[in-house]
């Protein structure tokens, strides 16, 4: 499976997600970014964390930000299931190191270049779902699988 031109964003998120080793983010981006795996392309998507607190507008976006370096990781995507257009993919960080991530998206393609919907699962140690965070954003076209 290969999937391209993929990019979703969370707005700022006035309440952080906490995520292992005492992470917490404010705002999320992922984009599919090209990758191999020998000779055989694989999915892969850089996460962006923002952890910076910032001060919003009266339209909720975000002003004056404190200045803390964003942390940027690296994973492979595996389709889990597909349904109704809808996908959920496995986010994969290397080694098993990093939270239990699922990518749901809503729906599996539009047309020309409608926003996609999705919404990002995370899940704690023990597999209990922590945290539903929606997420929006828009591809070149529909995600290619």
């Keep these: 499976m290969k999937i391209r031109n993929l990019r979703l964003e969370t707005g700022y998120l006035v309440e952080p997600i906490p995520l292992p080793r005492g992470i917490a983010t404010h705002q999320i981006q992922i984009e599919t970014i090209d990758g191999t795996d020998g000779e055989q392309e694989t999915s892969r998507v850089r996460i962006s964390l923002d952890p910076n607190r910032c001060t919003v507008d009266s339209f909720g976006e975000a002003k004056a930000c404190t200045k803390v370096a964003p942390i940027h990781l690296e994973a492979d995507v595996e389709l889990l299931e597909e349904c109704d257009g809808k996908q959920l993919l496995a986010v994969k960080f290397e ?21 996609i919907v999705a919404r990002l699962l995370i899940f704690g140690e023990k597999g209990e779902l922590r945290a539903i965070v929606p997420m929006q954003g828009t591809s070149a076209g529909c995600v290619v699988v």
């Design 95 to 115: 080694g098993g190191n990093g939270p239990a991530v699922r990518i749901a998206l809503l729906p599996l393609c539009g047309k020309g270049n409608e926003a």
